[in-house]
């Protein structure tokens, strides 16, 4: 748990979030929970704001973004203002796994990489199923192990890339999860990842300006704290894509039905 922070925490610095598939993967999971103008719209982890921006500015729905960790609130509160739409989200600190909001209280619940962190994953997803209104949608976007057990070079290298001691899923895993949360219309879409894509994504969801401000506040980070150089270390000693990783490993959007 203590990589897990340590990552979670140097994120939250730079302001950096990411979750495979980037904006277009978001856009897909928009589509199946049908969310549309005027919906009330929970992102679980929602990490620097990214998506409760795209959810009101693209589609106009209210949006409300939760996060575990207060600095990344603070990266989403910001985004939120640059973008024009700061009084439109409201962002709150609250954990997954007990969120701090009514039941039957929005149309639709989403989390991208997030729900494949805790170890506790079916106390997080009842969750999101216990504030959703009845006939509403819960959608995750999660990475996913494509076969089992997959290799060590492969498991390394998802730890590094998706952040810290990440533990994804079979399908058949996340799908149980969704029911055994009562959910139920369950829809499926299985990825691979194209690691090319995911670089470019990373600059799609943010904009050239907003990589500036990253790259800004990386270098800065890196020349004042010698843990995030030895995590930089890291990343760097890990970052050769195994020759097999397209056959292990991938995303995929899982939607319920409460």
């Known amino acids: 748990m203590e990589n897990d922070q340590r990552f979670f925490d ?5 302001g950096l979030t990411k979750h495979l598939g980037g904006v277009e993967a978001t856009e897909r999971l928009i ?12 992102d679980v982890g929602c990490g620097a704001g ?5 959810l009101v500015k693209r589609h106009r729905c209210r949006a409300v973004g939760v996060d575990i960790s207060r600095r990344m609130i603070e990266r989403a509160e910001e985004m939120a203002r640059r973008e024009g739409v700061g009084d439109e989200i409201e962002f709150r600190v609250a954990d997954a796994q007990d969120l701090p909001f009514d039941n039957d209280l929005f149309d639709a619940v989403i989390t991208e990489s997030v729900v494949a962190f805790p170890e506790d994953k079916q106390r997080a997803v009842k969750e999101f199923a216990r504030v959703t209104k009845t006939g509403g949608y819960v959608g995750l976007n999660e ?3 494509l076969k089992t057990p997959p290799p060590p070079d492969v498991v390394a290298w998802a730890s590094q890339e998706v952040g ?3 533990r994804p ?4 895993e996340w799908v149980g999860l969704l029911k055994n949360a009562g959910l139920g219309e369950l829809v499926v879409r299985i990825y691979p990842i194209d690691t090319r894509d995911e670089a470019g994504g990373i ?6 300006l907003g990589m500036l401000r990253v790259f800004w506040r990386m270098l ?3 020349a004042k704290n010698p843990a995030y150089r030895g995590f930089v270390k890291r990343i760097r000693q890990g970052g050769i894509v195994p020759e097999s990783l397209h056959e292990y490993f991938g995303y995929g959007l899982y939607v319920g039905r409460k």
Do not use: D, M, N
């Open 220 to 222: 800065r980070l890196y």
């Open 169 to 172: 899923l079979a399908r058949e």
């Open 203 to 208: 600059v799609q969801r943010y904009g050239c």
């Open 164 to 166: 810290a001691q990440v």
């Open 50 to 54: 990214a998506t409760p921006v795209q």
């Open 31 to 42: 589509e199946l929970c049908h969310i549309e103008e005027g919906k009330y719209v929970l």
């Open 10 to 14: 140097f994120a939250a610095e730079v």
């Open 143 to 145: 990475s996913t192990w």
